[in-house]
């Protein structure tokens, strides 16, 4: 009996998987496109909604093993260290040459939702800051007469100003007085963004454009 018994255990524990290789104990061993990673199994339960969760929690997933018991995961190993990574101490650390595109693909299929967001959110934020570049100084000269000058004055609004004011003499005589005519240039700041200029700096830009080429 005794010799019997001995021979049951030794077949449950070769039956077992070993705790180094992907089975049940504290340290799971993952195969990624080849390469192989170790971690805890406290790591990978980190978001419970995951890929990763699921598989060392034994769920049912199609994941085969190596012949060291490590799972196989048909994924690009160069981003799966990044999401290891966050795993283990919630920061996302990429290296200068990784792109995040690459690393966003592979947090989108073990979908882990908080990893997903910042990595949006960190392309947002370079999106938003290329697209920010140094403004541009607009002139126009307009030709006006003296009598209009104040009406002038009105239109110079959203960031138009008066740069100089040339006279350029008198241009006709109303009643017994000569009318002086003038140049006046102005300029505006244009900031350049994904979709040009706003509708109503267009707006007021046609505007002084038109009163220029009607004067």
């Given at each position: 009996?005794?010799?019997?018994?001995?021979?049951?255990?030794?077949?449950a524990?070769?039956a077992?998987?070993?705790?180094?290789?992907?089975?049940?104990?504290?340290?799971?061993?993952?195969?990624v496109?080849?390469?192989?990673?170790?971690t805890?199994?406290?790591?990978?339960?980190?978001?419970?909604?995951?890929?990763?969760?699921?598989?060392?929690?034994?769920?049912?997933?199609?994941?085969?093993r190596?012949?060291?018991?490590?799972?196989?995961?048909?994924?690009?190993?160069?981003?799966?260290?990044?999401?290891?990574?966050?795993?283990?101490?919630?920061?996302?650390?990429?290296?200068?040459?990784?792109?995040?595109?690459?690393?966003?693909?592979?947090?989108?299929?073990?979908?882990?939702?908080?990893?997903?967001?910042?990595?949006?959110d960190?392309?947002?934020?370079?999106d938003?800051?290329?697209?920010?570049?140094?403004?541009?100084?607009?002139?126009?000269?307009?030709?006006?007469?003296?009598?209009?000058?104040?009406?002038?004055?009105?239109?110079?609004?959203?960031?138009?100003?008066?740069?100089?004011?040339?006279?350029?003499?008198?241009?006709?005589?109303?009643?017994?007085?000569?009318?002086?005519?003038?140049?006046?240039?102005?300029?505006?700041?244009?900031?350049?963004?994904?979709?040009?200029?706003?509708?109503?700096?267009?707006?007021?830009?046609?505007?002084?454009?038109?009163?220029?080429?009607?004067?």
């Open positions: 009996m005794q010799t019997a018994g001995r021979a049951l255990r030794m077949e524990a070769e077992a998987p070993p705790a180094g290789a992907g089975g049940w104990g504290k340290w799971v061993r993952l195969n496109g080849g390469t192989v990673f170790l805890t199994r406290q790591t990978l339960c980190r978001e419970q909604k995951s890929f990763l969760s699921r598989l060392c929690r034994g769920e049912e997933l199609q994941s085969d190596d012949e060291t018991g490590a799972y196989l995961i048909d994924r690009d190993p160069t981003y799966f260290g990044p999401i290891l990574n966050f795993l283990r101490h919630g920061k996302l650390v990429l290296d200068k040459d990784m792109a995040e595109e690459g690393v966003l693909e592979e947090a989108e299929f073990y979908n882990i939702g908080p990893l997903i967001r910042i990595i949006k960190r392309m947002e934020e370079k938003y800051t290329v697209t920010q570049v140094p403004p541009k100084h607009v002139y126009r000269v307009l030709q006006c007469q003296e009598e209009e000058l104040t009406q002038m004055v009105s239109t110079m609004s959203d960031g138009w100003r008066f740069e100089q004011l040339v006279n350029i003499g008198s241009s006709y005589n109303y009643g017994s007085e000569d009318q002086a005519e003038f140049l006046c240039v102005v300029s505006k700041e244009l900031y350049s963004s994904p979709h040009g200029l706003s509708s109503e700096s267009s707006r007021k830009t046609k505007l002084l454009q038109t009163r220029g080429a009607r004067m």
